[in-house]
Nanobody, 111 residues
């Protein structure tokens, strides 16, 4: 049973933008803090951003000012708008809600 499904990954040049989407099952969407994490090759998964049920947001310093997390309560979806992308942003990006994780979507940023 799939509870979180990411989409929107792809390849982009440095300085470009991408928007990731995550479709979330309603029980998770209305219960948990929702977030985005990423994992680059040979590195640990790291926190990027979270958004509460009330819309409060929190960001990692590495993406602050470049990435924006948002949620659409009508669609049970959470988004990650990524601007000014850098090669260091290359990773698999995961959507999270409590103990639940999506399957991930690849983002590749070329220099």
């Amino acid at each position: 049973q799939v509870h979180l499904v990411e989409s929107g990954g792809g390849s982009v040049q440095a300085g470009g933008s991408l928007t990731l989407s995550c479709a979330v099952s309603e029980d998770i969407f209305t219960t948990y803090l929702l977030g985005w994490y990423r994992q680059a090759p040979a590195k640990q998964r790291e926190f990027i951003a979270t958004i509460s049920t009330g819309g409060s947001t929190n960001y990692a310093d590495s993406v602050k000012g470049r990435f924006t997390i948002s949620r659409d309560n009508a669609k049970n979806a959470v988004y990650l708008q990524m601007n000014s992308l850098k090669p260091d942003d290359t990773a698999v990006y995961y959507c999270n809600g409590g103990p639940n994780w999506g399957q991930g979507t690849q983002v590749t940023v070329s220099s």
